[in-house]
Nanobody, 120 residues
């Protein structure tokens, strides 16, 4: 009933920038926490950053703080990930996901992912 579609991935040189988008269709997700995850080759999927339903609060892992910024447009049901100062270790498939705004709620909706490749 909800579909998440990522876009904006690609190939970029180290130090460059990319902006990812995640468009939601179907039921509105305005009351959901939206997050970005990534999975690098040979590694497990890891959490990167998320944003509260009203956009007032964000949280990101230490490795991306100061470089990645998450935002959302509730009117268009779209979440963004602005990635600056990219590093080769940022190379991964990036997924957007959504969960209910509840303590320890699990992410229940997932996109198909978009590839981000950062060259040295």
């Amino acid at each position: 009933q909800v579909q998440l579609v990522e876009s904006g991935g690609g190939l970029v040189q180290a130090g460059g920038s990319l902006r990812l988008s995640c468009a939601a269709s179907g039921r509105t997700l305005n009351s959901y926490v939206m997050g970005w995850f990534r999975q690098a080759p040979g590694k497990e999927r890891e959490f990167v950053v998320n944003i509260s339903w009203n956009g007032a609060r964000t949280y990101g892992v230490d490795s991306v703080k100061g470089r990645f910024t998450i935002s959302r447009n509730k009117n268009t049901n779209t979440v963004y990930l602005q990635m600056n100062s990219l590093l080769p270790e940022d190379t991964a498939v990036y997924y957007c996901a959504a969960r209910r705004d509840q303590l320890r709620a699990e992410y229940e909706y997932w996109g198909q992912g978009t590839q981000v490749t950062v060259s040295s």
